[in-house]
């Protein structure tokens, strides 16, 4: 048992100047064989390996990593968490995820820093004002926190937004999700590593998969860098790489993978007590409790694995953000970074079996993986323990796309007459 | 930010251009006759490519025109440029 | 306050314009070309800021763009008071205000400083184990955490500056201006390439020119005198262009640069007045010679962060370049030669200087011998294990060094002092390299990283590149720009510098007290110790990205230029790994922060975003019209009479148009030009329905899909002559209908003949209806015939207004009688009076999009994206008769025969009446069968379009509802937050039917 994080384990620790704190997790070499084992190290990758431990009850479990645990997207988002989402297949998704977020510092003994600070949908047309409200009265009907924010009341709930009329694509409205917010993007990747491992998971980084081994239609196991690991069950959790652990198995994926950029400001004092994004004009806000002011920027339209983006894409961001915030005008760009997002046409994800059996697949994020990352993993968990999925991902199975029955997250698309 | 050579007009800033996806998926000419699985594999399903891919690409604030580029995607080096109906330099 | 540490001579400052500025509320006075950081060290001000975490006091360290103290708050109103900026980078002028920041209530007294008491309890990453309990409160200790950090503040008033971009492009860029890049910029003008030299420093030279002057000759020339001689020679050929204060941020492929030049924040208030604040340059450079230079790194020892502790190289450059010395009772701590000679220009100019603590065994170089010889103590082998001081250095402890470097031995040495220089070394600065994907290699010997390769179209030179010798580096550079750029052009240059190379490096030094009691700091902003990171590693965060989120060490507002490599050291060291098997973190653009201003340049409030407007536009302006947002279009949404709320002058308007005439403005609907032999062939693979037999002279109306099998698009397209077409497509798909349309031409059907051009912006189109609209047609196009017979419904004809041919296309989107003169744009307003003139007799009213929009559903019309959605198919909108039987193929034909498509349960378009007529439902609002107590409750579809119909008194609305076919006369609810609303599925068409009033 690993020994409990708190004030009292601060200071019982500072006498002997820290020296003294056990390691959050191990660093085992792989083992010639696991009962499963999980391909990414991400959050999604280490939250469906703690699950598969504490609610499935599997004893032999490791997951691989290419690189260093939590350095894909998880460490490179913008952390918004909200569950405010259209269909009801999205927001079972999603809300399932926000309800474990509410308690995950204290079910990790890991403090990932969840401040439901609340999230807004800014409308600057008629067409957002017709689809936000749609997506409002949707939500509350599913028992999800929404809130309809006139002009006057968003000006109110966020002070420093630019409400005048007289802006190129003034606010008409918004909506509001109290219990959304944001959360520290590292610790939860920590938070679940830390966990799983308490639990004996074999956190394995620096160890790339070069192959997956199948006989007929069953996995085996994978190739990896640090030797021929054997198991019959494989959970991909991959993120932009999802398609390259497809291919390995002779599998295509409906995904594309994408360059998606985000920023920070200097820190600063605190000037924005909420999170606000806005599609119409591609921008969204927040500010970390460093006092960076954090901004995701939109995806390039092209392939790329290169983890850097335009500076166009850049520079239209912060077009819209002068635009709705005047006032950081002068405050700077510290840090400009590229993550490589896995979309699907649907604009949700998969979790789901695979035609090979043994084999599952959790992808298809796009930009919007952080926020799921508690429920995905849970989900998926079951999925592989159980072999069918649980009844809140059944519908973001892969067969989606021959049926056609997708879930298009999209928001409509086209503008109007 | 790359330059592309547009077969028609020649090096450009890549923010002329438009990107249209894989490259040499042909558009079935009897839709009706695949399969639902096979439709879906046209409609969806794709290489996403780490390496060298195919691609198609617009030149849409120049002449319009549709040609292929071969990219490594993984370091964004542009390989090639051919026209659409071209097969790619191997 | 006096210039007490300012020397009586010297320095590159100009003496004769004295400045008078404020600092933390006192007055004090600099000279023209002084830093806000010189002159306050002229002043004998050091401390200036408090750390991040801890609130320790902290003085100015560097005298450029690494410093990671001192930051400050500029004073200047609530729209002009920057935040974060460097003391080291500000130039001061008259008037000139600022404050000290992240303290209160004063930088001298800091009650945040209480944080240093709790420092045992709270190391690195203590917030990941703490503030769990309880779960609800983590909010409110957020809200002090917050409060605590950050750094200054934010203005809160708009910026009233302006901003600019300029692409530029070239044969070389040339990134910094010290003695390489001007020796490279000497080699590329020879032979006649542009050139672009930038630097982000205000003057040019680099760190020689503040090189001691006795020690370092080039041509027997100062090295001011050539740094001097060579940039007028270089400023006066044509062919280069030389930029200062210009930082290059960001360098991405394929040699495209990103640099912002500051233009005007280095002149006081009155000489600003009308200029562009920073100017941001995109640059595209054939070749890119990379000559950033190198910067110094500290020691990393206990309590190495007091004010008073500086680097030896901005010591040298505060009294060479700027006549300040930074004290009178110097310690130098030092790994190699470089620190001697900023202890000759001290020593020439007076200052006194206690000892240099040297951690070697010895140098061979000349420079310690003379300073052996100018009578100065040098404690060989030596290291500071403390420093005393609160808010500004007095003392240092100094203890020998074992043999093996790995603790002290001996008696402890305590020495007075007012300064402490600090010098461990050089570290090239190739974060722009590492940027452009270039790889590193580590120097074992020489405890650096430095460029492993170069490209075809880019070069390091200098000591970015690991070159540290002057002589070297001119040498080295002329060779290499020779090659680089296929010349042949040497100088040879008469070089006496007299530096030896040997360094030798402890990553953190030993000390005589157990680490876990020591502070010795790494990353001075952000607080981070060498425990943090030897904490790091105990628990397990062992990648140096780990290493770096956990402690946050390279984090800071510096981005790890003064600390990175010593936290790279500890790791290594600790992990027993080497340090090029550890590699770096990863150098994020840009290199220095760039203001968002810059980056936006002058795309911002009207310039935001392209406005389009049709060419009526100005009429509507003038008759009052409110406008909507339509994409980049705007659009006329209602015209109110005086004192008229929206919804009564949309009713007004929408009675008006079916009772008399209404006029509307259809200019922003896409058109597209199709022509060629294929043209009908081409349709029929486009849209659902079959065009082949449409008559010359007819319209029809046309849905496109997605090869999903989605609805993507409407409109009618007419067919003007054998090969020829005019479609028309709605206002916001125009664009992506032509992209799709070309997409298809091009690439899948490239035998089909047919020519596209988007004409949009080509005709100007005024729709009119009504029963009066045939009599106000005939009244402004002649040559036409406007009978019946003639000119049915879903036709067209050619007429003349005045004498200007125009296109007359007899087609409805309200279910009235109506036409829709398309004529060429500059036509447009003139064609819009004549109607508005000749229909007065007919009460002709002008309507808006909500007038439309009203009229429209009144017919059960659908506006593609806004009963549709993209996922809703032909079939659901109950439009199976749009879809061609016979077509062998269209485009989303496939995938309407897909499992889940062909489901009969699917959402339905259907009309929905209130069992309140008055009670008008809300857009969005969705619908449930059975009205459950409290949420989830099983939603059926939403309200797709609602409004109030004044021609049928009563409410209407549009849906989409599971199964709705089935469900007509079926009682459901419309569940509101403070009510639930009963409606009963109704036909989504819910006026004229038969369509009697298209030939009223």
Not at chain 1, 316 to 343: H, K
Not at chain 3, 174 to 189: D, E, K, Q, R, T
Not at chain 3, 321 to 331: A, E, M, Q, S
Not at chain 3, 577 to 583: C, F, I, V
């Amino acid at each position: 048992m690993k020994n409990k994080y708190s004030i009292f384990s601060l200071i019982k620790n500072s006498f002997s100047f820290h020296e003294n704190w056990q390691r959050a997790w191990r660093d085992p070499k792989p083992k010639p064989s696991y009962d499963v084992v999980i391909i990414g190290g991400g959050g999604h990758g280490l939250a469906t390996a703690y699950y598969l431990a504490k609610e499935h009850s599997l004893k032999n479990i490791a997951v691989v990593e290419k690189g260093w645990i939590g350095g894909g997207n998880t460490g490179r988002n913008t952390t918004i968490i909200r569950s405010n989402y259209l269909w009801d297949a999205s927001a079972g998704l999603y809300d399932h995820a926000l309800k474990i977020w509410e308690n995950l510092s204290q079910e990790l003994n890991y403090n990932v820093m969840f401040s439901q600070r609340g999230v807004m949908n800014l409308a600057h047309n008629l067409h957002d004002v017709r689809e936000l409200k749609r997506r409002t009265h949707a939500n509350r009907l599913n028992g999800i926190d929404c809130e309809w924010l006139t002009t006057k009341q968003v000006k109110e709930f966020c002070p420093i937004i630019n409400c005048s009329a007289n802006i190129r694509y003034p606010v008409m409205g918004s909506t509001l999700q109290r219990r959304a917010g944001t959360a520290r993007h590292d610790a939860v990747a920590w938070g679940y590593a830390r966990g799983a491992d308490s639990m004996g998971v074999d956190i394995i980084q620096n160890c790339e998969v070069k192959g997956i081994k199948r006989k007929g239609d069953s996995v085996e196991g994978l190739e990896t860098t640090q030797g021929f690991i054997k198991t019959s069950k494989i959970g991909v959790a991959a993120s932009g790489h999802s398609s390259i652990i497809a291919n390995m198995a002779g599998l295509k994926l409906p995904i594309e993978s994408k360059p998606l950029q985000a920023l920070v400001s200097e820190p600063i004092k605190p000037i924005i007590n909420t999170v606000v994004m806005s599609n119409a004009v591609h921008a969204y806000v927040s500010q970390s409790d460093k006092g960076e002011l954090v901004i995701g920027a939109g995806t390039d339209s092209y392939v790329s694995y290169t983890q850097k983006g335009t500076h166009e894409i850049v520079e239209g961001t912060l077009n819209a953000i002068l635009e709705l915030y005047p006032i950081f005008s002068r405050l700077r760009m510290l840090r400009q970074w590229g993550g490589v997002v896995d979309i699907c046409p649907d604009a949700s994800p998969i979790i789901s079996k695979t035609s090979i059996k043994g084999l599952y697949f959790n992808c298809g994020w796009g930009t919007g993986g952080f926020k799921a990352t508690p429920g995905s993993g849970h989900l998926f968990a079951h999925t592989i323990a159980k072999d069918e999925p649980h009844a809140l991902n059944a519908a973001f199975n892969i067969n989606r796309f021959v049926s056609g029955n997708l879930v298009d997250e999209h928001g409509a698309a086209a503008v109007a007459h | 930010m790359f330059i592309i050579k547009c077969p028609y007009c020649g090096d450009r800033d890549h923010s002329e251009f438009s990107y249209g996806g894989e490259a040499h998926i042909v558009r079935p000419k009897q839709p009706t006759e695949l399969s639902d699985d096979q439709w879906a594999e046209y409609l969806f399903m794709r290489k996403n490519i780490k390496g060298l891919q195919y691609e198609r690409w617009n030149h849409a604030h120049g002449c319009r025109r549709w040609f292929n580029m071969g990219r490594d995607t993984s370091n964004d080096k542009i390989h090639s440029v051919y026209k659409m109906g071209e097969k790619p330099e191997k | 306050m006096s210039n007490k540490f300012r020397l009586s001579t010297g320095g590159q400052i100009n003496r004769t314009e004295r400045i008078s500025f404020k600092f933390n509320g006192k007055i004090f006075f600099g000279f023209k070309g002084d830093t806000l950081a010189s002159a306050l060290l002229a002043n004998g001000v050091h401390l200036v800021g408090r750390s991040f975490k801890y609130h320790r006091p902290r003085g100015i360290f560097s005298s450029g763009a690494e410093e990671t103290n001192a930051l400050v708050q500029i004073i200047n109103g609530k729209n002009k008071n920057d935040p974060n900026l460097r003391a080291t980078q500000i130039e001061i002028f008259e008037g000139f205000n600022a404050e000290s920041q992240n303290c209160w209530p004063t930088v001298n007294f800091d009650l945040g400083a209480i944080n240093n008491l709790f420092s045992p309890i709270i190391p690195a990453g203590f917030y990941y184990k703490t503030f769990m309990w309880p779960a609800n409160l983590w909010g409110k200790y957020e809200h002090f955490i917050r409060r605590a950090a950050g750094l200054g503040k934010s203005p809160t008033e708009n910026d009233p500056d302006i901003y600019d971009h300029k692409y530029y492009h070239c044969d070389v860029l040339i990134v910094g201006a010290g003695p390489a890049g001007l020796s490279a910029a000497n080699v590329a003008i020879k032979a006649g390439k542009k050139v672009l030299l930038v630097d982000e420093r205000h003057h040019f030279g680099g760190d020689l020119s503040f090189a001691e002057e006795e020690i370092t000759k080039i041509n027997d020339l100062k090295p001011l005198d050539w740094i001097k001689k060579t940039y007028s020679e270089l400023q006066n050929n044509k062919n280069i262009m030389i930029l200062n204060r210009t930082s290059v941020a960001a360098y991405h492929n394929y040699n495209y640069l990103i640099m912002m030049q500051n233009l005007s924040d280095h002149l006081s208030e009155k000489e600003k007045k009308g200029k562009i604040r920073q100017r941001l340059w995109k640059v595209r450079a054939k070749k890119v010679i990379l000559a950033t230079g190198s910067i110094e790194r500290p020691m990393v020892f206990d309590c190495n962060d007091r004010p008073g502790i500086m680097l030896s190289s901005a010591v040298r450059k505060y009294i060479n370049y700027y006549g300040v010395k930074c004290g009178n009772n110097v310690v130098i701590f030092t790994n190699n030669d470089d620190a001697y000679e900023t202890a000759i220009s001290l020593h020439n100019r007076g200052v006194k200087i206690q000892a240099i603590v040297d951690i070697r065994e010895q140098s061979n170089g000349t420079l310690p011998k003379k300073c052996n010889e100018l009578g100065i103590k040098i404690l060989w082998k030596n290291t500071i294990v403390y420093t005393e001081g609160y808010k500004k250095i007095n003392k240092v402890h100094v203890m020998r060094l074992s043999n093996d470097n790995s603790s002290i031995i001996g008696n402890k040495l305590k020495i007075k002092c007012d300064l402490l220089c600090v010098s461990g070394g050089y570290t090239p600065a190739v974060h722009l390299f590492t940027q452009s994907g270039g790889k590193l290699i580590y120097n074992e010997e020489k405890y650096y990283f430095h460029p492993k390769s170069t490209s075809l179209n880019q070069i390091s030179v200098g000591s970015c590149n690991g070159i540290f010798n002057l002589k070297k580096i001119i040498e080295e550079t002329q060779t290499k720009t020779n090659e680089f750029l296929n010349l042949n052009h040497n100088e040879q240059l008469n070089i006496t510098e007299s530096k030896s190379g040997d360094f030798e490096n402890i990553w953190l030094l030993p000390s005589d007290k157990v680490s876990g009691k020591t502070k010795p700091f790494v990353d001075y902003q952000n607080d981070t110790t060498a425990n943090d990171i030897k904490l790091a590693l105990r628990e397990g965060y062992k990648s140096i990205e780990h290493v770096k989120r956990y402690t946050t060490t390279g984090m800071a507002t510096d981005q790890g230029k003064i600390g990175n490599m010593h936290a790279l050291g500890i790791v290594s060291k600790i992990t027993n790994t080497k340090m090029g098997e550890l590699g770096t973190t990863t150098f994020r653009p840009p290199y220095s922060p760039l203001t968002f201003g810059a980056i936006v340049g002058r795309n911002v409030k009207q310039f935001f975003d392209i406005v389009r407007k049709t060419p009526i536009h100005t009429w509507h302006e003038k008759h009052g019209a409110k406008f909507e947002d339509v994409g980049q279009w705007k659009r006329a949404w209602y015209y109110p009479n005086k004192n008229e709320s929206m919804y009564e002058a949309v009713q007004r308007e929408s009675k008006a148009a079916r009772n008399d005439s209404g006029i509307l403005d259809a200019s922003t609907l896409g058109k597209i030009d199709i022509q060629g032999t294929d043209a009908s062939e081409f349709l029929n693979r486009v849209y659902t329905n079959a065009w082949s037999k449409l008559a010359i002279g007819k319209c029809r109306y046309g849905l496109m899909l997605n090869d999903d099998g989605m609805v993507y698009d409407d409109g009618v397209t007419t067919r003007l002559g054998e090969n020829h077409y005019i479609m028309t497509t709605t206002t916001g798909g125009a664009a992506s209908v032509m992209n799709k349309l070309e997409d298809f031409l091009q690439t899948e059907w490239p035998e089909l003949k047919v020519y596209l051009t988007s004409v949009t912006d080509h005709f100007a189109t005024v729709s009119v209806c009504g029963p009066h609209s045939k009599k106000i047609l005939e009244k402004v196009v002649k040559n036409v015939d406007f009978s019946d017979q003639n000119f049915p419904h879903m036709s067209f004809k050619e007429g003349l207004v005045d004498n200007i041919k125009c296109r007359v296309m007899r087609i409805s989107f309200t279910g009235e009688l109506s036409y829709e003169i398309n004529i060429q744009s500059n036509y447009g307003q003139a064609t819009w009076k004549k109607c508005m003139d000749a229909g007065k007799e007919f009460k002709i009213t002008p309507y808006g999009t909500e007038a439309m929009h009203l009229l429209r559903a009144e017919k059960g019309f659908i506006i593609a994206g806004q009963e549709t959605d993209g996922t809703i198919t032909p079939i659901d909108l109950q439009m199976d008769w749009i879809i061609s039987k016979k077509k062998y193929d269209f485009i989303g034909k496939r995938s309407l025969y897909r499992s889940d498509t062909m489901r009969e349960n699917r959402k339905h378009l259907v009309g929905l009446l209130t069992d309140d007529p008055k009670e008008i439902l809300e857009e969005g609002a969705q619908i449930v069968e059975e009205v459950k107590n409290k949420p989830p409750m099983d939603m059926l579809g939403h309200v797709t379009s609602s409004y109030y119909s004044p021609n049928l008194n009563k409410s209407i609305a549009l849906a989409v509802i599971k199964n709705g076919k089935k469900l007509k006369g079926k009682k459901l609810f419309v569940p509101m937050p403070d009510k639930t609303i009963e409606v009963t599925v109704s036909d989504s068409v819910f006026l004229d039917k038969e369509g009697n009033r298209l030939n009223a």
